[in-house]
């Protein structure tokens, strides 16, 4: 029998798939039916800051909120019972009758609210924390160097705040996304997780108005995690969880060829059912077996990016001759 434990920022998960934070992770029953189809950790549904300030009742002085689709729809769907009260009393239920790691997650986008709640996270009992911080760089003013002081600025609050170990989920949008990381990674955080998938924007030719579309990936989106997982994993002291189009138990493989640690899955589930989990761990058992592999660990990172390597493939950006034939 495959052994397919994996230790991901210090947590011993049982296998290496993570449900994604999402709202198949925001209440007790769902998380449950995860542990019972055979998850090894989930990540709870962010905590949004947009949440606090609603008990604060600052939100509607906010004026950035519209253009942040994805929480506007979150806040706008919740009541005031759902605020962090909630949210840290859904973790104490979840430690009394789950066993699998359990991984808060807050949406940051500047570092005055977060220290506080993450320490109030902490001592909800959850295993680690997860940043989900998601600054699209719209702003025509602001330079990447701002931008990337304000994840700093979040990172090393929040990390010098708690013992929990840390991980900083990103979206691709940096211009030097190898350096950025590595920085990040230097912070003291455990964890890299590569990379969210935004709100996609589309629009209504019919009514002249903006929409979304596409809520779900599909498994062609996997191409960019796992490019940076490979070039970036053997390079960069810290553990990477890839994120978006991570759809079946040979995504995974592919992740774990790369060099991840753990896998973060929502889209997959939302289009199979949580018992698509245990169809996924079969499949990476067998790809196991067929190898002759016992252990994660003997195939973990075989095609990450080593310096004796040649990077072109790696790196490779245009397509030279595809398609001839
Ligand atoms: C309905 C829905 C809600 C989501 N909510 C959150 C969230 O609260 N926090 C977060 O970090 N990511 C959130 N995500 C992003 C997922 O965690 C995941 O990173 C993304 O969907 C890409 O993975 P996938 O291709 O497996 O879907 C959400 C995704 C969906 C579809």
Request: net charge negative; glycine share 6%; aromatic share 8%.
């Amino acid at each position: 029998m495959a052994n397919l434990s994996t230790v991901y920022m210090g947590l011993e998960l049982k296998n290496p798939l993570i449900v994604a934070s999402c709202d198949l992770t925001s209440n007790i029953e769902r998380i449950k039916r995860c542990e019972e189809e055979g998850a090894g950790a989930v990540v709870l549904k962010s905590l949004y800051e947009e949440q606090i300030e609603i008990e604060t009742e600052e939100l509607m002085r906010k004026s950035w909120l519209p253009g942040h689709t994805e929480a506007f729809e979150y806040v706008r769907g919740m009541s005031m019972a759902n605020g962090p009260s909630t949210y840290l009393n859904l973790i104490k239920e979840v430690k009394e009758v789950a066993s699998i790691p359990v991984v808060a997650s807050l949406n940051c986008v500047s570092a005055k609210w977060w220290v506080d709640y993450a320490k109030q996270l902490e001592q909800s009992g959850a295993d680690a924390l997860e940043l989900n911080i998601s600054l699209l760089p719209s702003d025509l003013k602001r330079t990447s160097e701002e931008i990337e002081q304000i994840y700093m600025d979040i990172i090393e609050r929040v990390v010098e705040e708690i013992n929990l170990p840390v991980a900083v989920k990103v979206g691709p949008y940096f211009t030097s996304i190898a350096k950025v990381l590595n920085v990040f990674s230097k912070k003291g955080i455990k964890g890299l997780v590569l990379f969210n998938r935004f709100y996609q924007l589309d629009i209504d030719v019919k009514n002249f108005t903006l929409k979304g579309s596409n809520p779900l990936s599909s498994p062609n989106e996997m191409s960019n995690s796992l490019r940076w997982i490979a070039l970036l994993s053997n390079r960069i002291p810290c553990d990477f969880a890839a994120t978006t189009g991570v759809h079946t138990g040979i995504d995974v493989i592919k992740q774990i060829l790369a060099g991840a640690k753990a896998v973060e899955i929502c889209s997959t589930l939302y289009k199979n059912g949580f018992k698509y989990i245990k169809s996924i761990i079969e499949e990476i058992e067998d790809w196991m077996k067929e190898h002759s592999y016992e252990k994660i660990e003997e195939f973990r990172g075989k095609l990450s990016k080593k310096e004796e390597d040649k990077i072109e493939l790696y790196e490779r950006q245009q397509y030279i001759g595809a398609l001839n034939k």
